[in-house]
């Protein structure tokens, strides 16, 4: 499998993923987001196949993001509880200075 079997290079922008305007009804519009409406800015879209590879690892990838999302949080705690630490140490060495 090559990634070619996964994807195509949009028709509407080459591959650029952007499009400065387009026409409606033979009258030119501005794009402001300048995203290619066909690819979402992405430059190319999704065969069959590929489309498949994305359905068969989003649950897997919805796993990874809730696991980084925990350990994210988890680390925050952890860096609160020294920040309070921290502070609560300074505070009792600023009362042992007195
Ligand atoms: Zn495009």
């Known amino acids: 499998m090559v990634i070619t079997d996964l ?3 949009c028709s ?3 591959g650029s993923g952007y499009n400065p305007g387009f026409s409606v009804m033979g009258v030119n519009q501005i794009n402001y987001h300048g995203q290619c ?3 979402s800015g992405r430059g190319f879209t999704l065969t069959e196949l590929g489309q498949d ?3 068969l690892l989003k ?3 919805r796993e990874l993001l809730e696991e980084e999302r925990k350990t994210a949080d988890a680390r925050r705690r952890i860096t609160i509880a020294a920040a309070a630490r921290e502070e609560a140490g300074e505070e009792s060495q600023e009362q042992d200075g007195d």
């Open 7 to 9: 994807k195509t290079t």
């Open 12 to 14: 509407r922008c080459k």
């Open 37 to 39: 409406p066909g690819c």
């Open 53 to 55: 590879v994305v359905n």
């Open 59 to 61: 649950p897997y990838i």
